[in-house]
């Protein structure tokens, strides 16, 4: 919603009567009501991802077992909730990862026709629209993957930037598993931003390794702070500013390798953003301390530890022990989280 248009929340709510649909508040019991029977009847709609788009929303859902599960649009009002687009013609499109690009355009992974046989499985190609019908078209045949899921630390798989949104794909042959792309919702603006991890699992084709994206996180609309596993540096925090050429390692902070012969790296990360830096759960940059509360803001020189948490040796007794620190907000110019502190009486 907004001031002119008034603020509303949309949720889902079931009824014996309507199934489970999609309902609207403005904050009052009058006020408060099911938007539309978007599946006739006492079937469930399985209204999923809503999602604001201007003074409307998004989502997915099916209105009748010959559309399936597509994409829909919302004002609130029942005239204004209908299906956008019936994508895939002979199935459900799927829909989801709606995430706004800029002013007029959001964009999204959905399944049509081409992408749902094109391989040995069905995939979600990436799409645009401005809320129109004629506005709503492929963007570009990527294997989009992971739309509508969570990573482990409730980070989305798409992550909007200015006026851009990375997000996690593939080619449509399945060239790199998955990897780091961007769009700016136009074709030529929507690319690959280089395969991050080249060991090769496939040598007939050889298709690299999946560089496992996480923690993706939008540093005041200037550049994406993310951790990437790559085979020569394992797993490490990264940087990209949208650009082929603008996208690298922030630094490799973890050293040696493990009893296979793979690169060691740090353990998943939480972030937040306070000013121009990203605090962080990772390594030391000297490794003297293990992992430890780190803030970064996107150069290995600016990158440092914000505070030895846990002072126990570990075995070997070369660095702290590792607590269990997660940043999680930022309050009142502090940023907060949990931290576990070592027990040692000598300090």
Known sequence: GSAQAGWKVFFTRKEDTHGEELWVSDGTPAGTKMVKDIYPGAIS?????????????????????????ELWISDG????????????EIGDSNPAGFTQVNETQFIFGAIDFESMTYGDEEQRWLWVSDGTPEGTK???DCWVKYPGTHTTNDQYHFCRVGRKVFFKGD????EFTETLWVTDGTEAGTIMLGDINTTIVDENTGKTNSAQLDCMTNVNNKW???????EEYGSEPWYSDGTLEGTRIIGDFTEGENANGIKNGDGAFTTCVMGDYVYYRGMSPDNSYGI??????????????????????????TNSGTPDVFPYCVFDGYVWGKGQWGVNTSY
């Open 292 to 317: 430890e509360l780190i803030r970064t803001d996107g150069t290995k020189e600016g990158t440092s530890l914000v505070l030895d948490i846990n002072k126990v040796p570990n075995e070997t007794g």
């Open 77 to 88: 009002t029942e005239a204004g909730t209908y299906m956008l687009m019936d994508i895939n």
């Open 224 to 230: 994406l702070f993310f951790k990437a596993v790559s």
């Open 45 to 69: 709609s399985n209204v999923q991802y809503i999602t604001r788009f201007n003074d409307k929303v998004v989502f997915q859902a099916t209105g009748n077992d010959e559309d399936g599960c």
């Open 138 to 140: 492929l963007l570009k």
């Open 171 to 174: 080619t449509k042959d399945g």
